[in-house]
């Protein structure tokens, strides 16, 4: 992040423009909506500068700026449309201390203007970094499509309500009420009578809240899914929102979350194979410990949290100790990685089922049916079998495997760094050491990319040729 966004008052500050054609007149319509003193130096205007300076709402001076005129300013614009002349109100703006952006020039900025969505006192600020500004103009209109008019009448109710609202207590349930008066109660009372509606709306809503019993804590168990936060689901991003706590697994991508509240405790309680972890135990201490506080605990599981997630024993944990729970399933890893090779895990003709294994431990391998797997057409998602590979390989090939089986590894599944290994089984341990995977993988047993499948046509000719 380059351009660090940030929201400055300007109540009473100087905001200085130079120049006085278009790209001030564009700059001005922006500026004249804060509570700045806005001076304009300029010798020729714009008839709407003119206009906005006969109604008091900018000072014109009928001169370039000099020396002197940008000291103790807010902000300095060079609008000008001169390179020379914006280049000069540079050199005085930087030397006299003021923050500058000279227009349309991202690299002679100190700054820059975001596109916004404005509803006042709700502002939404949109940058690209000044690497696509049609793309933020385009969110913006988007934004203002969905923000209704009316939401800064909403807010502005709502701020001057805030000191009423400190009756209840900070966190969950001061949340809770602003949440049902932003997304329920006020939106509705102001479409039916207006702010008076709003106003009368708050505070019944207090008196209600007030009345009602704290909130019992409890816990959400969630699938995060392999990675790709789009992947999430919508009750998946609504617990990530309201949650207070997030037990979060070693597999949940930094993407996702990005996406919790900020004010949330995030805590680690990630399990690695054959390395250093948190017992299951200790995590299922932290959901109680945590929820019995009344806390709104997310405990975010990479995948799906029914698949090799340890989910019954977190639900026992939270029943024994009377903490209720709900589970969001999420997107498979094995999903994520079938769709990446543009595959399915079952076909017609080839597997009416298929077989999902872990191999976090070689225990994870010791009552599997080899000689049913190593039947030609079978089809497995195997977890975590990066360091079990060889074991796998050898104990398919004793059990009648071929060779030439299609193995494929995918790693960081549906993730921007995602890469696929094809190989064999054969080839699969020799492969797997040279790749040096170091991301979470899974290893899928007889499917390789569908890519790999079209190229076998096209090969054919030349592989008779050789062989002839």
Not at 29 to 47: F, N, S
Not at 83 to 108: C, M, P, Q, S, Y
Not at 304 to 325: M, N, S
Request: proline share 5%; charged share 25%.
């Amino acid at each position: 992040m380059q351009h660090f966004p940030i929201f400055l008052d300007t109540a009473g500050r100087r905001i200085v423009v130079s120049g006085g054609g278009e790209a001030a007149v564009a700059k001005l319509r922006l500026i004249l909506k804060t509570e700045a003193r806005v001076e304009v130096y300029a010798r020729e205007i714009d008839p709407q500068i003119a206009d906005w300076a006969a109604e008091g709402k900018l000072t014109h001076y009928a001169r370039p700026l000099k020396g002197g005129d940008a000291r103790g300013a807010a902000l300095v614009y060079a609008a000008a449309e001169d390179d020379a002349e914006d280049a000069r109100v540079k050199v005085i703006a930087t030397h006299e201390g003021a923050l500058f952006n000279w227009v349309d020039n991202l690299g002679e900025s100190a700054f820059i203007t975001p596109a916004m969505v404005d509803r006042d006192p709700v502002t939404v600020a949109i940058g690209t970094e000044g690497a696509a500004p049609v793309l933020a103009r385009a969110i913006k209109r988007d934004l203002e499509e969905r923000l209704p008019v009316h939401l800064g009448a909403l807010a502005r109710i709502g701020k001057a309500f805030r000191h009423s609202a400190d009756a209840l207590p900070f966190g969950r349930k001061r949340r809770d009420f602003w949440a049902d008066y932003y997304m329920k109660d006020g939106p509705e009372a102001y479409a039916k009578d207006g702010e008076d509606g709003a106003q009368a709306a708050l505070d019944a809503l207090l008196a209600r809240h007030l009345a009602e019993a704290p909130k019992e804590g409890r816990v959400t168990i969630v699938g995060a899914g392999p990675g790709d936060p789009e992947l999430l689901t919508l009750k998946a991003r609504r617990a990530l929102d309201e949650a207070d706590v997030i037990i979060h697994d070693r597999l949940v991508s930094p993407e996702i979350l990005e996406l919790a509240r900020r004010e949330a405790l995030l805590i680690a309680a990630g399990k690695e194979g054959f390395g250093p972890s948190v017992s299951q135990d200790e995590i299922c201490r932290l959901m109680v410990e945590h929820a019995a506080t009344g806390a709104h605990v997310v405990r975010l599981k990479g995948g799906d949290p029914g698949v090799f997630g340890r989910l019954d024993e977190e639900l026992d944990a939270l029943q024994e100790a009377g903490i209720g729970w709900s589970v969001v399933p999420g997107i498979t890893a094995a999903s994520a990685a079938v769709a990446a090779l543009g595959q399915s895990l079952t076909k017609r003709d080839r597997n009416s089922g298929v077989r999902l294994l872990t191999g976090h431990d070689m225990n994870g391998f010791a009552e599997q049916d080899w000689r049913g797997l190593a039947r030609p057409g079978e089809v497995a998602a195997i977890y975590m079998a990066k360091k079990g590979a060889r074991f796998i390989q050898g104990r398919l090939m004793m059990h009648g495997a071929a060779p030439d089986t299609e193995v494929t590894i995918v790693e960081n599944a549906s993730r921007a760094d995602q890469r696929i290994l094809a190989t064999t089984l054969g080839r699969l341990a020799a492969d797997l050491a040279e790749a040096a995977l170091t991301g979470p993988a899974l290893l899928l047993y007889g499917l390789g990319p569908r890519l790999a499948e079209a190229a076998l046509p096209a090969l054919a000719p030349a592989l008779a040729e050789e062989h002839a």
